[in-house]
């Protein structure tokens, strides 16, 4: 980790915001994920897990999956299965993962990429390892992070964005020791090329040891900051992180981390998920893999998936006996 690199001198830098305008904001709460199992048996940690739904509006639920080295015949994904009133997205740092979908939707996605389902009205997807991967075994590590739909969005027609690594916005921070991959949203005027109902940033970091990164952070959105490996501190408070643990920050407009001095020799920096959106403020009932705004819409739903209204699974994707 990480998939993609760079050389931070070359890369346009984000100015350490002015500290007589700025207010920093402060960490209300660090939680540890737990860990467990998804899918066909891939393990994740659960990295939301502790936090109130009124803390991550808009976001809903994150995995992280793996950091897992499969041997031969191990690794797994998951079975056909529905999803509406929201969005998926999933982002791979190491390894390969297939999707396909209802709607023509899909691809194969590694080392960087990210791809970007809408599931609106309702669609049936899946996620697995190529056959290869399978043979093979190897390193898998990524993040899938479901984001909520605003009820006047839920039954948008699905659609499906595939995100090269390459087309990640690269920043740096002010001081050279920060790395930035910008996925989705705008960061001091520097968009990613992520398209979203719910406007939302998610950045990818890593931070050297010692390197401070300040932030500009929009203050009407939410900020999580969850760490895929290695140490260091939220917050000008310096508040201690390890990977597997989510920062909770309260109200606004500059957020501060910065490197651990020393790291575990297998994980040299602080890598860091940046997460913000613009908090959507509507009742909230979910049901497994429904998101929807009221119990009558998740029975809609359940009725739906069960006429077959959210479509049919490809015929070339149909087991053959």
């Given at each position: 980790?990480?998939?993609?690199?760079?050389?931070?001198?070359?890369?346009?830098?984000?100015?350490?915001?002015?500290?007589?305008?700025?207010?920093?904001?402060?960490?209300?709460?660090?939680?540890?994920?737990?860990?467990?199992?998804?899918?066909?048996?891939?393990?994740?940690?659960?990295?939301?897990?502790?936090v109130s739904a009124a803390e991550l509006d808009p976001f809903i639920h994150m995995d992280q999956m793996g950091e897992v080295?499969?041997?031969?015949?191990?690794?797994?994904?998951?079975?056909?299965?529905?999803?509406r009133g929201f969005e998926t997205v999933t982002y791979i740092i190491?390894?390969?993962?297939e999707h396909a979908d209802s709607h023509g939707g899909g691809g194969t996605i590694t080392n960087g990429d990210t791809q970007w389902m809408t599931a609106g009205s309702g669609i049936l997807h899946i996620e697995k390892p190529p056959e290869h991967l399978v043979m093979s075994g190897g390193l898998f590590h990524g993040i899938q992070l479901w984001v909520n739909l605003p009820g006047a969005n839920k039954f948008n027609p699905p659609r499906y964005q595939d995100i090269r690594a390459k087309q990640a916005s690269l920043l740096s921070s002010a001081d050279g020791g920060a790395l930035l991959r910008v996925i989705a949203g705008d960061?001091?005027?520097?968009?990613?090329?992520?398209?979203?109902?719910?406007?939302?940033?998610?950045?990818?970091?890593?931070?050297?040891?010692?390197?401070?990164?300040?932030?500009?952070?929009?203050?009407?959105?939410?900020?999580?900051?969850?760490?895929l490996s290695g140490n260091g501190t939220v917050g000008t408070e310096g508040r201690p992180v390890r990977k597997g643990q989510l920062a909770v920050f309260g109200k606004g407009d500059v957020l501060t981390l910065k490197g651990a001095t020393n790291?575990?020799?297998?994980?040299?920096?602080?890598?860091?998920?940046?997460?913000?959106?613009?908090?959507?403020?509507?009742?909230?009932?979910?049901?497994?893999?429904?998101?929807?705004?009221?119990?009558?819409?998740?029975?809609?739903?359940?009725?739906?998936?069960?006429?077959?209204?959210?479509?049919?699974?490809?015929?070339?994707?149909?087991?053959?006996?």
């Amino acid at each position: 980790m990480p998939a993609v690199t760079a050389d931070t001198l070359t890369l346009p830098r984000i100015a350490v915001p002015d500290a007589a305008s700025a207010v920093q904001r402060p960490v209300r709460a660090v939680t540890t994920a737990p860990s467990g199992f998804e899918g066909e048996g891939f393990p994740v940690r659960r990295a939301f897990a502790g936090v109130s739904a009124a803390e991550l509006d808009p976001f809903i639920h994150m995995d992280q999956m793996g950091e897992v080295e499969y041997a031969p015949g191990e690794p797994k994904g998951t079975a056909w299965h529905p999803h509406r009133g929201f969005e998926t997205v999933t982002y791979i740092i190491d390894g390969v993962f297939e999707h396909a979908d209802s709607h023509g939707g899909g691809g194969t996605i590694t080392n960087g990429d990210t791809q970007w389902m809408t599931a609106g009205s309702g669609i049936l997807h899946i996620e697995k390892p190529p056959e290869h991967l399978v043979m093979s075994g190897g390193l898998f590590h990524g993040i899938q992070l479901w984001v909520n739909l605003p009820g006047a969005n839920k039954f948008n027609p699905p659609r499906y964005q595939d995100i090269r690594a390459k087309q990640a916005s690269l920043l740096s921070s002010a001081d050279g020791g920060a790395l930035l991959r910008v996925i989705a949203g705008d960061v001091a005027g520097h968009p990613g090329p992520g398209s979203t109902f719910t406007p939302i940033t998610l950045i990818h970091a890593t931070i050297s040891p010692r390197a401070e990164l300040q932030l500009p952070w929009r203050a009407d959105f939410n900020a999580l900051a969850y760490v895929l490996s290695g140490n260091g501190t939220v917050g000008t408070e310096g508040r201690p992180v390890r990977k597997g643990q989510l920062a909770v920050f309260g109200k606004g407009d500059v957020l501060t981390l910065k490197g651990a001095t020393n790291q575990p020799a297998a994980e040299p920096n602080l890598d860091v998920l940046l997460l913000g959106g613009l908090p959507i403020r509507e009742p909230v009932v979910q049901y497994g893999p429904f998101v929807m705004n009221t119990r009558e819409e998740i029975l809609q739903a359940l009725q739906d998936f069960q006429s077959g209204r959210f479509g049919v699974i490809p015929g070339e994707h149909i087991p053959h006996t």
